[in-house]
C-alpha cells in the first residue's frame, strides 16, 4: 500500500503544519456551520487531504449522499458548471446534513468563464451548498471567488516537522533509521513537501537505495536546467521550467533546489554568485510575479 494513503491524515487534529486552518475548522465543526474556503499552496502540503477532512467532520454519517467532489482542472469548462454543479447546488440536501459539501479540487485549472459563473452559484444557493476549493497558484483565481471564500494559505513544512512526521512512519513500519549525514540533507531537500517525502522515502526503502541517491535525483531535473544554461540553450532551460511547473512544482521551490544544485558544482565563483543572486532574486520575486513570466525572466538572468 502506498504510504501516502496509509497515512493521510483522517481527523483535524492529524493535519500538520496547518494551524490557522485546523484551529478555524475545529470552530465550524463545533457549530456545524462553515464558510465557502479556499486552500491554496505549493503541492504536497495536504490541501485536498484537509478537505475531505472537513467534509467528513462536518457531515459525519450523511457524507456519502452530501459530499461531491470535482476535478476542476478536468472538468475546467463552463458546462461544467452549468449543469453538473448547479444540479448539485439546486437538489435538497439529504439526511441531517447542515448543507451539501462541494470539493472543487485544482480549481485553478478552471476557466475565468466558469470561475464567473461558479461565483453566481455560490451566492444564489448559499443555504444549500458549501464549496471548498484548493488550488496551488492562487492568482489563477478570479477575485469574486477569492473574496467570496475565506483563504488558507497552506506552507510547506519546516524541516522539525517533517523530519518528526517521516520519522514516525519509518517506526510505524518498523524500519532503521537513517545517519544524520544522509537524513538531513534528504530533509531539507523535500522543501516542506511532506507526500513527496513519503514517496522517496519508500521508494529508497523498496529499492534498497541509500537517500543520498534519492536525494540526487530529487535534484537531476535542476541539474539539466543549469546544464542548459551553462550552454546557452535558452529554450532547452525554460521548457525543463515550464515541465516542472505543470508538475505543480512552484516557483519558490524550483529557485531552492536550483540553489543546492549551484552550491554544489564546482564553478569559478564569479559565475556562481551570479547565479545564486539571480536564483535568490527570482525567489523573493516568485511572491508577485506569474509563475510563468518569471520562469521566463529566471531563465534569460541565467544564460
Known amino acids: 500500500m502506498l504510504w501516502t494513503e496509509k497515512y493521510r491524515p483522517d481527523k483535524l487534529s492529524e493535519i500538520v ?7 478555524d475548522a475545529h470552530h465550524w465543526v463545533l457549530n456545524k456551520e462553515m464558510p465557502n474556503v479556499l486552500l491554496y499552496g505549493i503541492a504536497g502540503t495536504g490541501k485536498t487531504t484537509a478537505a475531505l477532512v472537513l467534509a467528513k467532520s462536518i457531515l459525519g454519517d450523511d457524507l456519502e449522499m452530501n459530499f461531491f467532489e470535482i476535478n476542476a482542472s478536468d472538468d475546467r ?6 449543469t453538473t454543479i448547479k444540479d448539485i447546488a439546486t437538489t435538497r ?8 459539501v462541494v470539493l472543487l479540487d485544482e480549481m485553478d485549472g478552471m476557466t475565468p ?3 464567473n459563473a461558479l461565483k453566481r452559484i455560490m451566492e444564489r444557493y448559499a443555504d444549500n451548498v458549501r464549496f471548498i476549493i484548493t488550488c496551488n497558484h492562487r492568482h489563477k483565481i478570479i477575485q469574486p471567488l477569492i473574496s467570496r471564500t475565506a483563504n488558507y494559505n497552506f506552507v510547506g513544512l519546516d524541516i522539525p516537522d517533517l523530519s518528526i512526521a517521516l520519522d514516525k512512519v519509518m517506526q510505524n513500519e518498523g524500519l532503521k533509521g537513517y545517519s544524520p549525514d544522509e537524513w538531513e540533507p534528504f530533509i531539507e531537500g523535500l522543501n516542506g513537501d511532506l507526500r513527496r517525502g513519503l514517496t522517496e ?3 529508497a526503502q523498496a529499492s534498497g537505495s541509500s537517500l543520498r541517491k534519492q536525494t540526487q535525483k530529487m535534484l537531476e531535473p535542476y541539474e539539466i536546467i543549469l546544464r542548459y544554461t551553462n550552454d546557452n540553450e535558452y529554450e532547452n532551460a525554460l521548457k525543463e521550467v515550464h515541465k516542472l511547473l505543470l508538475q505543480s512544482v512552484d516557483m519558490k521551490t524550483v529557485c531552492v533546489r536550483l540553489h543546492d544544485v549551484i552550491v554544489q558544482k564546482e564553478l569559478h565563483h564569479t559565475e556562481k554568485f ?11 520575486r516568485s511572491n508577485n510575479m506569474t509563475p510563468k513570466v518569471l520562469a521566463s525572466w529566471l531563465i534569460g538572468q541565467m544564460v
Request: proline content about 3%.
Open 17 to 23: 503544519g496547518q494551524d490557522g486552518f485546523v484551529r
Open 77 to 82: 469548462k463552463l458546462e461544467t458548471v452549468r
Open 93 to 100: 440536501k439529504m439526511g441531517d446534513a447542515p448543507f451539501k
Open 113 to 115: 468563464d466558469a470561475q
Open 201 to 203: 522515502l519508500q521508494a
Open 274 to 284: 551570479k547565479l545564486l543572486r539571480v536564483v535568490g532574486e527570482a525567489e523573493w
